[in-house]
């Protein structure tokens, strides 16, 4: 004799498949034409779905689509870099050569990611400057994202000697670079007009650290020192 499965969890199941279904067409849809050109109603076609208000009743609009997209891959992310940091500080590894492969081993990984990995990074990409922003203000902002204490002490203690100005510019400077460094790559790696160095994404990786580490370890310049001097207060 098989029992039936309950009612309300066969709508659970297909509640699921449906968020699933959406995510993932807003995944592809948002990397390929940036989250204000992907419409709802595109995305819900390309997630075959009849209901025309299906995102709006899951996800209560574009915001909480983009949120679940993040919700899926963020804390990943932020669990690799920590797993990441403990193994180079166990190593007495430099603190800039920490932060800067923390930053951008973990986005390497997510290229392979089958399940919309290189998707989640062109959509990080688009956002990363309103994101970094949205760390230091998240009352202010639309994400919710994953707060990660390792990474962040990790460069205070190495940015915490500088002028709080010039902290929050290295550190937009350096998720800038990390984020939008490895979405540029996957765009290009596989076109044949771009050959040599853009297929290399382990050169390309380490070059991108290194550049990370120098934003970090770079003494600011008097003429940086000058124009901060000249800011309003």
Request: net charge neutral.
């Amino acid at each position: 004799m098989t029992l039936k499965k309950p009612i309300s969890e066969n709508l659970d199941n297909r509640s699921q498949r449906t968020r699933q279904a959406l995510i993932a067409a807003a995944e592809q849809l948002f990397a390929r034409h940036g989250i204000e050109g992907a419409s709802l109603n595109t995305i819900t076609r390309a997630a075959r779905q009849s209901n025309r208000n299906a995102i709006q009743y899951h996800f209560g609009g574009k915001n909480g689509l983009v949120q679940a997209i993040f919700d899926k891959h963020s804390p990943k992310v932020a669990q690799r870099r920590a797993d990441l940091i403990d193994d180079m500080a166990a190593r007495a590894l430099p603190t800039e050569a920490i932060v800067a492969t923390a930053m951008v081993q973990p986005l390497i990984e997510k290229l392979d990611d089958p399940d919309g990995g290189e998707a989640y990074i062109h959509i990080s990409a688009e956002l990363i400057t309103a994101n970094t922003l949205g760390y230091q203000s998240p009352e202010k902002h639309h994400l919710q994202l994953v707060r990660e204490s390792k990474i962040a002490s990790f460069t205070a203690q190495q940015l915490g000697h500088l002028p709080k100005a010039i902290v929050e510019q290295r550190i937009l400077l350096m998720n800038i670079l990390a984020y939008h460094g490895v979405s540029d790559h996957a765009r290009v790696r596989g076109m044949a007009q771009y050959q040599g160095l853009s297929e290399h994404t382990d050169f390309m990786a380490s070059n991108l650290i290194d550049s990370i580490m120098a934003i970090l370890s770079t003494t600011p310049s008097a003429q940086t020192h000058k124009l901060l001097d000249s800011l309003p207060r």
